[in-house]
């Protein structure tokens, strides 16, 4: 069955700090990986996402991600974080036919 | 367009009681999804449908049933409530595609006492 596991629960950074959140997945075919970033009181919104070709991939807010399918792997960084990327991050996994599966989130706070 | 509308925003209920949670879309998307969203524990899909008259389990299902009778209709019910069912639900939608953006609606808050 496909799982998706985040390894941080909750990261604190100073601003200007960089940023890496640890995403994993289970599930031995093709799969279409998402990041999501839900800030308070707000729904998820979509940061980037990758279906195929280059594994390094850019989203919104200088977020980028890079996919190793070696390492069943799909980690979200940014050099450079500000106050106002304190959110819930949340790593999914789209494998079988339609089914979207979500990490548990990573909360990021920044302190100014 | 409305996007993804579901109803009620707020409910209480009593161990033992059923209700329905009402989801619809107006963007034609074939994927529609039931997220329940507890603190910690990130979202959780409780059931999905990749199209009219197909449903499918997602990874809590327990406790809940769905129907899929319309393209724009993805209602959620509640058997018997719970406490542990006591949680924020979220329906979401998207379309089979290269976009692949997922649509959320307002979510439902529920308190089961």
């Known amino acids: 069955a496909q799982s998706v596991s985040q390894h941080n629960h909750h990261v604190i950074l100073s601003e200007a700090a960089s940023l890496e959140l640890g995403c994993n997945y289970s599930y031995g075919g093709t799969v279409n990986l998402f990041w999501y970033v839900q800030y308070p009181g707000q729904h998820l919104q979509l940061l980037l996402k990758y279906f195929s070709g280059d594994p390094l991939v850019k989203g919104i807010k200088g977020f980028e991600a890079e996919f190793i399918k070696s390492k069943f792997s799909f980690n979200l960084r940014k050099p450079s974080v500000q106050w106002s990327d304190t959110a819930e991050y949340f790593c999914a996994v789209n494998a079988q036919g339609g089914k979207l599966i979500f990490g548990q989130g990573t909360e990021l706070s920044v302190k100014p | 367009n409305a996007g993804v509308t579901q109803t009620p925003k707020f409910r209480i209920l009593k161990i033992g009681q059923s209700m329905t949670l009402q989801c619809t879309q107006d963007?034609?998307?074939?994927?529609m999804y039931w997220y329940r969203q507890d603190p910690g524990m990130g979202l959780k899909l409780i059931y999905y449908?990749?199209?009219?008259?197909?449903?499918d389990k997602g990874e809590v299902p327990n406790g809940y049933n769905v129907s899929r009778s319309t393209t724009e209709d993805f209602p959620l019910r509640l058997e018997l409530a719970a406490p542990s069912q006591t949680s924020v639900y979220f329906c979401?939608?998207?379309?089979?595609?290269?976009?692949?953006?997922?649509?959320f609606g307002s979510g439902t808050q529920l308190s089961v006492l």
């Open positions: 979401a939608s998207r379309l089979q595609g290269s976009n692949e953006k997922l649509f």
């Open positions: 963007m034609n998307h074939n994927y």
């Open positions: 449908s990749v199209g009219a008259g197909i449903t």
